[in-house]
């Protein structure tokens, strides 16, 4: 089993900026994607950024340019640092985790961190 555990989310007025972090323990045999969704009241969650193992990144077009995506892998940690924040950016951030924690399997899970707000005000 995989845990989650994020946080950094909080209150900031538009235009500052925000570091989220995720930390992965538990039974980790390999990671496949480490990866930020986030929720608005009344929509769909939705990707924000994505880093494959390989190295490759993805992001949402409404985020591009603004937020990164980085991970320490001695830590097992994924940030997303959040700049030039704006208050559509509002709402709960969850981190993902498509790992395999035992060689046993012969496919990967997906785990989720418990959410943290974030909250842009004008």
């Known amino acids: 089993q995989v845990q989650l555990v994020e946080s950094g989310g909080g209150l900031v007025q538009a235009g500052g900026s925000l570091r989220l972090s995720c930390a992965a323990s538990?039974?980790?045999?390999?990671?496949?994607?480490m990866a930020w969704y986030r929720q608005a009241p009344g929509k769909q969650r939705e990707l924000v950024a994505a880093?494959?193992?390989?190295?490759?990144?993805n992001y949402a077009d409404s985020v591009k340019g603004r937020f990164t995506i980085s991970r320490d892998n001695a830590k097992n940690t994924v940030y997303l640092e959040m700049n030039s924040l704006k208050t559509e950016d509002t709402a709960v951030y969850y981190c993902?985790?498509?790992?395999?924690?035992?060689?046993?399997?012969?496919?990967?899970?997906?785990?989720w961190g418990q959410g943290t707000q974030v909250t842009v005000s004008s």
């Open positions: 880093l494959i193992s390989g190295g490759r990144t």
């Open positions: 538990g039974r980790i045999f390999s990671i496949n994607v």
């Open positions: 993902n985790v498509r790992a395999l924690s035992s060689p046993n399997l012969n496919s990967a899970s997906d785990y």
